[in-house]
């Protein structure tokens, strides 16, 4: 049997590992994720930079509970194979990200490596830079395609990326006939509030011991008031040598706004200032925009989402548990526990943490419960110019949807040219590409003839560009 999980962040790699517990061997797992490397929100940036240090970009520490035996168990296998160990509490601050009674890990090679460890413990084959546009149901199997490439078969598929929201790499970015299976009560659970943040990395040039030295005293990280909220000292965490180049992480508070590019030089200034370091002191930098970093709060009352039962295709990831090590697990173990039982014929028990779809019966993404309103991020309604939509395939309507939102990227973005942004345009902006490749994909399947070829004629123009 060939099982594909999408995603290789800490839910995926998760995922893949219990599948394997679960199948043996003989299973064929496969790991698609659109970045160049695993990790997700456990992303370590490295090679690249000066020196080759590198820097925890996402979660500086993987939080376990540990009166969860599951976690506890797995994190303790990852640190045997020699991929992480134990902080003490008395080397970190308290912040509310981290739950009270959870001890925390780091990653001895970055945190992506406590990703990596539990993925290569799966033996699944995994492609990078693989991102998954279309997913449709097929028969007895799922036909899944990538943005370059074929159309490949799978018996089963687990959907282990963020939910809905506003981020560029989440649910509502893969399209397909797949997209009708969950209730609007389950696609509701799929879209739960996050914090939105910037993380950036400063590489310093060597011979900066003694300010850093004073400031973070004897801990690894320092919390400050305002903006930014949480210093963290990476080299300190690897254990480099003090009197070297070094790696500081900052971390803003919730509520990031604002063009990350203009963002950037700011928070590299206030930094410096807290450090009491001159701005040259930085030799690089880097920024990531966390649109949907930390989960605020679920509604889901199951840790996995069953879409289909024949042939499975299942929900997990953190939107439905929690934000730490132990919610990505426990949402994997429950969708690897349903997956295995529906492909020996059975079905899961509804006491192993799952939700099942009654198929059918879904308006599709952004419907809020017994379709009382739509999510935000939806709320486009497509252009026909004239086309009448009762007329029009599913693939047809999704293409007008997405030629829509382009087209206002691009009066945006012509608009804007000279302009300070306001964080809603500026993440508008930032999602030009995607969109772009989301309309390519539709585009190849219309016909040459068709008129909305003709109707759409700015944005396809643009798309050739």
Known sequence: MRILVVGAGCTGAATALRLRENLGDGAKIHIWDKARGAGGRYTTSRATYPDGLKADMGAQYASVDLKDKASVDLMNTIVEAGACAPVPESLLVEIAERPRDTTQYRGTN???GIVKCMIERSKAEVHFEKRVMKLDQRGKGW?????DGAAQEFDCVMLCVPGCGPGGDNLNKIHGNWEKLLSNAQWAHTEVPHDCRYSVALWLHAGHRKPLEIFFGESLERRCSGDPELLAWQSRKDGECPDGPQVVVVHTPPGARGNKNQAEPRLISAACRLLKLPDIAVSSSKIITWFQSQVLS????S??????ESPPLILAGDYLTASTFTGCVTSATAAAEAASKLLAGGRPSKGGGYESSKGGKGKGKGKAQDGA??????QVSADTSGVGTSALTEQEKAFLKTAKKVREVLKLEAASKGKDLDQMQAKKLEG???LLLELSSFEKDLPLESDLRSKNKDVLDALAA
Request: glycine letters at 8%; a positive charge; charged letters at 15%.
């Open 298 to 301: 679920k509604t889901s009352p």
């Open 143 to 147: 036909s899944v395609t990538p943005r």
């Open 432 to 434: 030009k590409q995607a």
């Open 303 to 308: 840790q996995c989402l069953v879409a289909s």
């Open 110 to 112: 970055g945190q992506n």
């Open 373 to 378: 309103g739509k999510a935000s991020w939806v």
